[in-house]
Nanobody
Framework: QVQVVESGGGSVQPGESLRLSCAVS????????MGWYRQAPGKQRELVAD???????SYADSVKDRFTISRDNARNMVDLQMNSLKPEDTAVYYC???????????????WGQGTQVTVSS
């Protein structure tokens, strides 16, 4: 089995920073893509940033130059450093991973339970 657990959400004022972390555990052979999505009330879930096994990153235009995604392959973790936060960044943030489990020939996608980020003055 695989577990995906996020941490680090909270409430901050505009302009402040937060760091989200996501840890993947279980019988994992390879993690191909690790990413962060978010869903604001009444809106669809959207990609914030992701990073592939080779280290190539991609970002939503709305967070470029403010957010940085990084992964630690040795610990099966991915972090999202969020700087200069804005009220429109308020959402539930979800960790997403695409991986292959030990002894399985299939590529599978897993989601974390979500962590709330609130940016308000």
């Amino acid at each position: 089995q695989v577990q995906v657990v996020e941490s680090g959400g909270g409430s901050v004022q505009p302009g402040e920073s937060l760091r989200l972390s996501c840890a993947v555990s279980g019988s994992v052979l390879n993690i191909y893509t690790m990413g962060w999505y978010r869903q604001a009330p009444g809106k669809q879930r959207e990609l914030v940033a992701d990073v592939n096994l080779g280290g190539t990153t991609s970002y939503a235009d709305s967070v470029k130059d403010r957010f940085t995604i990084s992964r630690d392959n040795a610990r099966n973790m991915v972090d999202l450093q969020m700087n200069s936060l804005k009220p429109e960044d308020t959402a539930v943030y979800y960790c997403n991973v695409v991986l292959r489990r030990t002894w399985s020939p299939n590529t599978e996608m897993y989601w974390g339970q979500g962590t709330q980020v609130t940016v308000s003055s």
